[in-house]
Nanobody
C-alpha cells in the first residue's frame, strides 16, 4: 500500500510560480506511472501531466511549456513545477500513482492540494 501526501498549494498571482510535492510513504521505484490531475469547480477531473518509469512524459496542451513533472527517488517524491500560472489553472491538484501488477493496474491517490491563481 502506498500513501500519498501533496503539499505546496496556495494563492499566487497570475504569472507566478508554485511547486507542488507528492510524497509517498514507500519507495516509488516500483511505480509505473506518476500523474498529476486537477479538478476545477464544476468541472471534471483532468490529467495534467504523466511521467512513466522509463522517463516518458505527457503534458496537457493547456500546460505545455509552463509545467514540469519530475521525481526524486531518494526522497520518494514527485514534483510539479508550475510557472507562468494563469487564473484558469485554479483547481485542486491531485497526484496519482499507478502500478501494474501483471494482472491489473492499481491506483493510489493523494488528498489534493488547492491552487488558486488570482490577483
Amino acid at each position: 500500500q502506498v500513501q500519498l501526501v501533496e503539499s505546496g498549494g496556495g494563492l499566487v498571482q497570475p504569472g507566478g510560480s508554485l511547486r507542488l510535492s507528492c510524497a509517498a510513504s514507500g519507495s516509488i521505484r516500483s511505480i509505473d506511472v506518476m500523474c498529476w490531475y486537477r479538478q476545477a469547480p464544476g468541472k471534471q477531473r483532468e490529467v495534467v501531466t504523466t511521467l512513466t518509469s522509463a522517463g516518458s512524459t505527457y503534458y496537457a496542451e493547456a500546460v505545455k511549456g509552463r509545467f514540469t513533472i519530475s521525481r526524486d527517488n531518494a526522497k520518494n517524491t514527485v514534483y510539479l513545477q508550475m510557472n507562468s500560472l494563469k487564473p484558469e489553472d485554479t483547481a485542486v491538484y491531485y497526484c496519482n500513482f499507478r502500478r501494474y501488477t501483471g494482472i491489473r493496474w492499481t491506483d493510489y491517490w493523494g488528498q489534493g492540494t488547492q491552487v488558486t491563481v488570482s490577483s
